[in-house]
């Protein structure tokens, strides 16, 4: 192992700046001659404009420019699109309304743009947009997932009869019904996925810059991919064309899924700084945050699942609603069904499974991927219903995961839901779970709470997901309308370091170190004078950014596949020099060494001679920089046991998490303290969604969670330290054997916490977030 | 924030003055709530004026068999005071879990007082330890400052120069806090004066409640 490379603890190159506040995020870039964005924003969930009177905002001091929906769409900006197609069971596409990123004669969820006032200041922006008179004819609005599709309820879209997106029917249903009808037993189980803000620490923001000389459009954002940004506005929108659009993504705090997608906000900014021909500055606040980045989860469903006498899973049948918001988000049709249904066989080898999703429409903010997106749901379902089984069955929650488990020799495993498992061991991280959680002396544990007035619980939760996002001929049958492949480009300068571009995004991961770490593996450069460079479409290849785990699973190996080929042309170049045939030179820690001799070169002198070819090979292009592309076999799928345990006092509702183990498969870890800190990051993610935070809307749509007064995001003193362990398996079709290890947490650790909390109370289930009030109701009624 | 006039001043007297020339002041004591509902545009005072230099409303001192504590202390101080750990162990404890730091290094007692949030600690001690409001004009029994949500007896250019709280024999406050802001959704004051017991609840409606004397 070279120094600082694969399994080092390195610590992270980009902290420095980020601690020390020199950090450069879209927020912190001013441009000369610059003005500010405010956005006029619907009051109402549901209402047509009728008039939109601006004259007054016009007029107010400051003032450049107030801009409506009208004013887009004469100029053929397109409206904001949905990325992914899902195929109703009706055979048509799934129904998308309009989507103008300035309304046009109808708000639909508080929050919704009107129109944007573009002013010197910002508080002149302000005091402009509440001179913007606006005529609503206010409507009912839909806000419940479970009820937005029933009779009779108001419509929100014409292009939506009954408020469905799309009803998505996946599995053979008639043999899932059979295996039902001759069950020993079936389990059922009704739940609700809470619907979650994201939150990232920094919010949203746009600057847009247009130069009437190269007729070029710079905006910098707050995005986890500025290559699909590019695309999508200047493909579908009409921006401008891909070779006058650069997108910078520069430093972003924090991502989670929030910032993939294309908003209406960004796309106004790049309009209209070319407009007014100024540049044009918007930052989201937090409470714009909380009403128009998109929301999380938001499933209301039933789970059955049929079992043969000795606890096996013979079949499950799952009904689900989810709930998308008031119009599509970037890729908002593909996180309830192929994100969600196709990971519903979890660690299982249950042989049918039959999903039906109905996706629905309601006057709330879009709903898209967060952290795990899909996934989580699907977990949160499956491991809640497996301890319904088991208790069902009168058999121990880890027994009856133990039973039904995909066998260690079963892999490759083709499940009944689409998905291909690549490797795993589910009893070994399960034992090492129990192991480190002590299962065994559980008992004692919670006699002793008992004593204490408390009442202690223990939840396990064995997930799976699919990472490594994603084998681009797989997506695009799904109807995805990208290819999910991962680009790279080392470049040695003359003087032998190394820039690495990767067409990945780091928006808090590490990737500037962990990358690197690859890079002074294969290459043998000293870490030090590596330098990986992202999120300038300007600067990079094009590539499809960070989500999904996908940057270390596919992007890493994209920068692997670039380092080989530097090697292979690295060794005719040392070749000529050392006077030696090709074949003789191998290349170890950094030096290209004739076989059998001590005859070498350093792969920095090779450089040099690269771009100094006064000696070179003939017919050899000059030149040490290379480029490559990966489009991965498979997904990946990471997997492990989470262990959650609680005491709860019946008196106060209040749960404790005294102990959280976890112990996963990420297959090789690159650098297993930045690994540690993503599974802390995703349980403190998963523990906020299980005990604290429920995105809430009135019946009238409006957010009553609309900040940190009221919406509740996890803190320090919420969890307990976290006892992490792996048991790693090696992925046959990933080059560098990795997984990804981003959202695993959050997609663990609510069945976890859940799954403790009914031991804690022995009942059957508690929705989430399980607050005090909830946790103390339910200790009431369970007595 | 919507433009405003602002305004540093010295003395009390000072502070009315400015109060009864202004069109529609509002005094600012450490802002914590105020100045968060300003920038939101929820208030739009043509006049702010900040009491931050009027060194006569700082302070703790013993006054016999009472401790005063004047408007402009902070909840850090208060909780850090060795005379009100060593009187009221309680009330140095309330002051200590209100908010978070940096809420304590700014945020005063008359500020809180004043405000009267129905989910705010203050006012529960005010009233279970019969502590006495003293402004610019009067003295006010806690019992009788408290009026409604966001409502006291105070009037327009009225300002709270101390509070005085009676040493007790024992006290003790817990509070059940939100998870999202950890404002009181209920506390409860417990405070024994002789054969009195004095238990007083905030939070969970919408003023405190005179509470119960057992």
């Known amino acids: 192992m070279a120094e600082n490379g694969i399994g080092a603890n390195v610590r992270r190159k980009e902290d420095h700046r980020f601690l020390t506040g020199k950090g450069n995020y879209t927020d912190d870039l001013n441009v000369a001659g610059q003005t500010h964005a405010y956005f006029v924003r619907s009051p109402h969930a549901h209402a047509t404009i009728n008039s939109v009177d601006t004259s007054a905002a016009a007029a107010a001091e400051g003032v450049v420019a107030v801009l409506t929906g009208d004013d887009l769409a004469a100029d053929g900006i397109g409206p904001l699109i949905c990325g992914v197609n899902v195929t109703s069971d009706d055979g048509e596409p799934h129904r998308a309304p309009v989507h103008s990123a300035l309304a046009q004669g109808k708000v639909n969820y508080v929050g919704d743009h009107v129109a944007v006032v573009i002013a010197e200041t910002l508080a002149q922006a302000k005091d402009a947009a509440e001179k913007v008179e606006v005529d609503y004819g206010i409507l009912p609005a839909v806000t419940a997932t479970a009820s937005a599709a029933d009779e009779g309820q108001q419509q929100i879209h014409d292009v939506a009869p009954n408020n469905i997106c799309y009803n998505w029917p996946f599995g053979d249903k008639e043999a899932v019904d059979a295996a039902f009808e001759s069950a020993h037993k079936i389990s059922s189980l009704d739940l609700i996925n809470n619907r979650m803000v994201t939150n990232a620490m920094e919010p949203r923001a746009a600057v847009g810059e247009y130069n009437s000389g190269t007729e070029e459009i710079t905006l910098h954002l707050t995005t986890q991919n500025p290559h699909v940004h590019r695309l999508v506005m200047s493909a579908f929108n009409q921006l401008a064309p891909e070779h006058k659009l650069r997108v910078v993504g520069p430093d972003v705090g924090g991502g989670f899924g929030v910032k993939i997608f294309v908003y209406a906000e960004e796309l106004v900014v790049g309009w209209a700084c070319r407009k007014v021909n100024r540049p044009v500055k918007w930052t989201s606040d937090r409470t714009e945050a909380f009403l128009a980045d998109a929301h999380g989860r938001d499933h209301v469903a039933h789970a059955e699942m049929a079992l043969d006498e000795n606890g096996k899973f013979l079949a499950m049948r799952v009904n689900t609603t989810a709930n998308l918001g008031a119009y599509l988000s970037t890729f908002a049709t593909m996180v309830p069904s192929y994100l969600y249904a196709f990971l519903l066989a979890g660690q299982y080898s249950t042989p049918l499974i039959y999903s039906e999703v109905k996706a629905v429409f309601t006057n709330t903010a879009p709903v898209d991927a967060c952290r795990g997106a899909g996934r989580p749901e699907a977990t949160f379902l499956l491991e809640r219903l497996v301890d319904v089984c088991a208790e069902d069955m009168g058999l121990d929650p880890a027994e009856i995961r133990r039973r039904n488990f995909i066998p260690v020799d079963a892999f490759p495993y083709q499940t009944p839901v689409v998905q291909c498992y ?54 695009g049958q799904l109807g995805a309308g990208v290819g999910l492949w991962e680009s790279a480009q080392v470049r040695f300068n003359p003087t032998g370091n190394v820039q690495v571009f990767t067409g990945t995004h780091s928006h808090g991961q590490g990737h500037e170190t962990t990358f690197a770490q690859l890079v002074t593996e294969q290459l043998g450069v000293p870490i030090e004078n590596i330098e990986v460079i992202h999120g300038d479409t300007a600067k990079t290849q094009f590539g499809m950014g960070t989500y999904g785990s996908r940057s270390l699973a596919v992007g890493g190996v994209a920068i692997a596949k670039a380092c080989e080929k530097l090697i292979e042309k690295g060794k005719k170049i040392a070749a000529h020099a050392l006077e030696a045939a090709e074949g003789d030179i191998e290349f170890a820690d950094g030096n290209f060494i004739v076989a059998g001799t001590d005859k070498a070169m350093n792969i920095a002198e090779v450089a040099f001679n690269a771009y100094v070819p006064h000696s070179y090979p003939e017919g050899l292009e000059p030149g040490f920089d290379e480029n490559a592309f990966f489009d991965p076999m498979n997904f990946s799928f990471p997997a492990g046991t989470h262990i959650c345990e609680v005491e709860v006092d019946p008196d106060t509702g209040e749960v404790e998490i005294v102990k959280y183990s976890a112990v996963d498969d990420f297959g090789k870890l690159i650098n297993p303290m930045i690994v540690e800190g993503q599974v802390h990051g995703g349980i403190v993610h998963g523990v906020g969604q299980a005990l604290l935070e429920g995105c809430q809307y009135d019946t009238d749509g409006q957010l009553v969670t609309a900040s940190y007064m009221d919406y509740a995001m996890p803190r320090a003193d919420n969890v307990p330290s976290f006892d992490v362990d792996y048991a790693p398996t090696n992925p046959p079709h990933n080059p560098l054997g990795v997984k990804g290890c981003g959202e695993a947490g959050a997609i663990g650790a609510p069945p976890a916490v859940i799954n403790a909390i009914t031991n804690a109370l022995g009942i059957k289930h508690i929705d989430m977030p399980a607050t005090p009030e909830n946790v103390w109701r339910a200790a009431q009624s369970a007595g | 924030m919507y433009n405003f006039s602002y305004q540093k001043v010295t003395s009390v007297d000072d502070a009315v003055e400015a109060m009864q020339k202004a069109d529609d002041g509002k005094f600012v004591a450490g802002g914590q709530t105020m100045l968060p509902t300003m920038k939101h545009r929820l208030a739009s005072p043509s006049d702010v004026i900040d009491l931050g230099g009027i060194e006569d409303l700082k302070g703790i001192c013993m006054d016999g068999d009472a401790i005063s504590i004047g408007a402009m202390t902070t909840h850090a101080e208060v909780a850090a005071s060795s005379d009100v750990q060593s009187a009221i162990p309680a009330l140095a404890k309330l002051a200590g879990n209100i908010g978070d730091p940096a809420v304590r290094n700014r945020g005063t007692i008359g500020g809180s007082i004043a405000n009267n949030d129905p989910a705010a600690d203050y006012p529960a001690a005010v009233i279970a330890l019969g502590a006495t409001v003293k402004t610019n004009k009067r003295e006010i029994a806690g019992d009788e400052f408290f009026t409604g949500m966001f409502e006291t007896a105070l009037e327009e250019d009225e300002l709270i120069t101390s509070i005085s709280f009676p040493k007790t024999e024992a006290a003790a406050y817990m509070k059940f806090e939100n998870p999202a802001s950890r404002y009181a959704i209920v506390g409860v004051f417990v405070a024994k004066s002789g054969d009195e017991v004095k238990v007083v609840v905030t939070g969970a409606t919408a003023c405190e409640h005179r509470g119960m004397r057992l």
């Open chain 1, 422 to 475: 690549d490797s795993g061991d589910y009893n070994a991280a399960l034992d090492k779970a129990l192991a480190l959680a002590d299962y065994d002396g559980f008992a004692g544990r919670a006699e002793e709470a008992k004593s204490r007035g408390k009442r202690r619980g223990i939840g396990l939760s064995s997930y799976v997901e699919a990472c490594g996002i994603a084998p681009s001929q797989a997506v």
